[in-house]
């Protein structure tokens, strides 16, 4: 009876229809689950997300969980985790995506899981770190260590969203740095971002990472948007 007085004052509803969620759905009702768009690009070795980054950074596997179209499921679900203060939608994504993973040789294998981070000033208005908090969902059920230390943003950016290519690149050039790299010797990291567009952002992060010894990285991300 609790429950359903509750529901009255706080109704559940999908975060993409908005249709209000039975006892056992979670965030998003089990019609709007299934038909999310998955691109299961972690069973391809040569992918889209792949060709990004092909000769620009050496990766082990690049992939994103769902693909993002303007208006669609996705962009509904990030609109959600990073701005209407969702944090515990994008620790569920995870989740969702690590059973996926799990029996992937690569992912499956991993030392750390490394979220981009964000600037201080920026962390303070939202409150959390979205791509952190993915990344904390991917972590728990892959029970792979969840590292937040490594990679600091030391200036804060404008938003990419509306930015072309080359402006990406040189909005994030040489805004990160490494903190305690030796931590990370020969070791294999998955960096980890909310959604995967030109990859500048993943690709400054790759490039500080890779001065350190024998590294070996991979990327994930919610979603990967086709330009």
């Keep these: 009876m609790l429950n359903d007085f509750l529901a009255l004052i706080y109704p ?22 299934t038909n999310l768009p998955k691109t299961n690009f972690h069973k391809q070795q040569r992918n889209p997300v792949d060709a990004l980054f092909y000769g620009r950074t050496p990766l082990l596997l690049a992939s994103s969980f769902y693909l993002f179209t303007k208006k669609g499921s996705i962009q509904k679900i990030l609109h959600a985790i990073k701005y209407k203060h969702n944090k515990d939608l994008a620790v569920l994504v995870g989740k969702w995506y690590a059973e996926d993973l799990k029996t992937n040789e690569i992912i499956s294998k991993a030392d750390f899981i490394i979220p981009v981070p964000l600037h201080s000033k920026k962390f ?31 200036e804060f950016t404008e938003t990419q969203t509306k930015k072309s290519k080359y402006e990406r690149w040189e909005n994030v050039e040489d805004v990160f740095e490494l903190i305690a790299p030796d931590t990370f010797k020969n070791k294999h990291v998955v960096i ?29 991300s919610i979603a990967y948007a086709d330009k």
């Design 12 to 33: 559940r509803n999908c975060v993409s229809c908005g249709n209000s969620l039975f006892k056992h759905e979670e965030q998003v009702c089990n019609y709007c689950y």
């Design 124 to 154: 303070k208005i939202r409150g959390y770190n979205q791509s952190e908090e993915f990344a904390r969902g991917l972590a728990e059920d892959l029970q792979i260590p969840l590292n937040t230390n490594v990679l600091k943003r030391k």
């Design 192 to 220: 980890v971002d909310d959604v995967i567009t030109t990859g500048a952002t993943i690709e400054a992060c790759c490039q500080l990472l890779q001065q350190i010894e024998g590294i070996q990285i991979s990327v994930l």
